[in-house]
């Protein structure tokens, strides 16, 4: 089945620093893949919308100018956690729709995740 | 988008059968309902997806009324390692712009 990969799967980085997370569709074409945050003992949030080609659309209270996203291909989005502070720390999960197709006898698109990242900012 | 509500947490045994009930009484006429499965520190796995009636898969069934205000995710004979959480939602899914925005889940305990 199709494949989402998330890289890297932990960091640990300082604070002030930045973070990139790459996410990947290995075996098929994702023009718009989603970004969530995942506190521990909480659901997933959305944060974002990642489209390629053009600019991503952030969920509402989500800053853009801090969560940098770059669609730069079909099957690669990164999130950029700039200037980034303990309380950014958290599960960063991405995920992709695979478009159209009888996938395992489901008429419409499937949602596949990646592993997660698990971000801690000391 | 349907707003979804999953009891917070259930226990069952192993061996048992465990049935997770979720209310979307707000569903619209092309949302569709997808039970999605994770474990710490992972992301969610799907596990099962369907419209109405009854969808059954090598893992579990999924039941939806004919009001379709509700469905219910039934798991046959867990094991300690169905332990997780499990999350319902609801939503269009005929285009891969189409998002999903997950409810609380149901944390599901499974003991010896």
């Known amino acids: 089945g199709a494949v989402v990969s998330q890289h890297p799967s932990w960091v640990i980085c300082k604070s002030g620093t930045s973070v990139k997370i790459e996410c990947r569709s290995l075996d098929f074409q994702a023009t718009t893949m989603f970004w969530y945050r995942q506190f521990p003992k909480q659901s997933l949030m959305l944060m974002a919308t990642?489209?390629?080609?053009?600019?991503?659309?952030?969920e509402q209270g989500v800053e853009k100018d801090k969560f940098l996203i770059n669609h730069a291909s079909l099957t690669l989005s990164t999130l950029t956690v700039t200037s980034a502070h303990p309380e950014d720390s958290s599960f960063y999960i991405c995920?992709?729709?695979?478009?159209?197709?009888?996938?395992?006898?489901?008429?419409?698109?499937?949602?596949?995740f990646g592993q997660g990242t698990r971000l801690t900012v000391v | 988008l349907a707003k979804t509500t999953q009891p917070i947490s259930m226990d069952s045994y192993e061996g048992q059968e465990v049935n997770i009930t979720c209310s979307h009484n707000n569903i619209a006429t092309n949302d569709y309902i997808t039970w999605y499965q994770q474990f710490p520190s992972q992301g969610p796995r799907f596990i099962i997806q369907?419209?109405?009636t009854k969808v059954t898969n090598e893992v579990a069934s999924l039941f939806i009324p004919a009001d379709r205000k509700s469905s219910t995710l039934s798991l046959p004979r867990v094991s300690l390692s169905d332990t997780a959480v499990y999350y319902c939602l609801v939503g269009p899914l005929l285009y891969n712009f189409n998002k999903f925005y997950f409810g609380s889940g149901t944390k599901l305990n499974v003991k010896p």
């Open positions: 995920s992709a729709r695979r478009q159209g197709g009888m996938n395992r006898g489901l008429a419409n698109t499937e949602a596949f």
């Open positions: 990642s489209n390629e080609g053009s600019k991503a659309t952030y």
């Open positions: 369907g419209y109405k």
